[in-house]
């Protein structure tokens, strides 16, 4: 805490007196946005937590059924059965104001809404491990993208969240009680003038009524 270096005068007072309540109304703002960013936050991090539980076990499913495909099919028809993919995804990237974080929001566009289309091949020479690996992955996708859009945003908030408990921190810790500090300063310089003022108008007046006693 340390008083600002101003000119100890009512309009200083009174300038200070504005900061001071605009600080603390900017303080108290600030907490409310820390408090629900941490909020949502958090909420953000326990669904993180579980979807990447959820892909973690679909991406290792998905490899288990791979290597038994693997395992019992030639490379080569392997190969060429991924060759190809009929289905196709584009990725659409907008943006959502929470609490004045612009975190992405991702939304895959698929090109055809057949369930099917995730298969590119044929069944007569490969195999049923084959689909399942498919299968999985297919349906983990979804999850993946919710995953990164999540990950992204917990990484935006985390950097707005420490930025507004700077904010907070200088306005509890500093700002503040340096307003408080000079204004209680200033209020005492003004007080000791108007005592020091009433005290020389006294002595003018004892003065003047002593000359006008000797003037009788």
Not at 47 to 61: C, D, F, M, P, Y
Not at 118 to 136: K, N, P, W
Not at 179 to 187: A, G, N, P, S
């Amino acid at each position: 805490m340390a008083r600002l270096n101003v000119n100890p005068t009512r309009m200083e007072l009174s300038s200070l007196k504005k900061k001071l309540a605009s600080a603390q109304r900017g303080h108290k703002l600030l907490k409310d946005k820390r408090d629900e960013l941490m909020r949502q936050f958090m909420n953000l991090i326990k669904e993180n937590k579980q979807l990447r539980s959820e892909v973690e076990a679909g991406i290792t499913e998905a490899n288990r059924y791979m290597a038994v495909a693997g395992s019992v099919m030639q490379r080569e028809t392997l190969e060429t059965a991924l060759m190809l993919p009929k289905q196709e995804v584009e990725l659409e990237v907008s943006e959502k104001n929470v609490m004045s974080v612009y975190i992405p929001v991702f939304s895959p566009k698929y090109r055809t809404g057949d369930a099917d289309d995730i298969y590119s091949y044929g069944t007569a020479f490969t195999s049923v491990d084959l689909d399942g690996a498919i299968l999985a992955l297919s349906e983990i996708f979804p999850k993946m993208i919710r995953l990164a859009e999540i990950e992204k945003a917990c990484q935006l908030m985390a950097d707005e969240i420490e930025k507004t408990r700077r904010r907070v921190n200088a306005l509890e810790h500093i700002m503040i009680p340096d307003y408080q500090e000079t204004i209680k300063y200033i209020t005492m310089k003004l007080s000791e003038n108007e005592r020091s003022t009433t005290t020389s108008l006294m002595k003018v007046k004892d003065m003047v009524l002593n000359q006008s006693h000797n003037f009788t």
